[in-house]
């Protein structure tokens, strides 16, 4: 599979590798984290979310950590296939109302 | 069930005129939130209404307005448009807000401020 250490704006894997995408999060009172994919002409859509009692959760070929003390976000996908190429954006949760979204790295599944 | 609707698609609007962008949220859910996208700047928050009160307001200039019905359809207004409004609008609509549930997006208006 293939990681990035730092956030980088794109990320270009192998089909059938495993992703693992970055994500930063600024506000240590943050306790609800979410990551979106976007595709292209379309609106951002939910993958997972966790809160912050938790340091793992897992869904469908996906998989985020979370890791409180260096306030650091991780989004695994397994297996990454074509239709897994899109935006991905991390989002923390501001107050109950409002969302602050990381700016994004584009995957892009090579054949 | 039906998702989030966003009417219209596509706008091309001059510099100065007015808009107005309209969303439709899940059925049965309260709260829709507007967001704005450009490439350099993301996505930013504009607001956040829940039953027809607007709870929360991000950091745009008064010329963004925004309003929300009895039956949670919300609608966003931006007056006297400059360049810089071009951008992908979104609205994401949840039960209680979107720092709480899960937020659920519509594909967004593409304004155009020619």
């Known amino acids: 599979g293939e990681s990035v250490g730092l956030h980088l704006p794109t990320l270009s894997v192998q089909e059938g590798d495993n992703s693992i995408i970055n994500c930063a999060y600024s506000?240590?009172?943050?306790?609800?984290f979410i990551w979106y994919k976007q595709e292209s002409g379309k609106g951002p859509q939910f993958i997972i979310d966790?809160?912050?009692?938790?340091d793992k959760r897992q869904g469908q070929r996906v998989t985020v950590l979370l890791n409180k003390t260096v306030k650091h976000l991780s989004l695994q996908i397994a297996a990454t296939q074509p239709g897994d190429s899109a935006v991905y954006f991390c989002a923390e949760k501001d107050n109950d109302y409002k969302l602050s979204f990381g700016a994004g790295t584009t995957v892009t599944v090579r054949a | 069930k039906a998702g989030v609707t966003q009417t219209p698609r596509y706008l091309i609007k001059t510099r100065g005129q007015q808009v107005t962008l309209s969303c439709s949220p899940i059925s049965g859910h309260r709260s829709v939130s507007w967001y704005q996208q450009t490439p350099g700047q993301g996505l930013q928050f504009l607001f956040e209404?829940?039953?027809?009160?607007?709870?929360n307001k991000g950091n745009f200039p008064g010329r963004f307005s925004g309003r929300q019905f009895s039956n949670s359809r919300s609608e966003m207004n931006v007056s006297t448009l400059e360049l810089g409004d071009s951008a992908l609008y979104l609205c994401?609509?949840?039960?209680f807000g979107t720092g709480n549930t899960e937020a659920f997006f519509g594909q967004g208006t593409r304004l155009t401020v020619v």
């Open positions: 994401a609509s949840s039960f």
């Open positions: 506000n240590s009172a943050s306790d609800y």
């Open positions: 209404y829940f039953s027809e009160t607007q709870r």
């Open positions: 966790i809160r912050s009692n938790m």
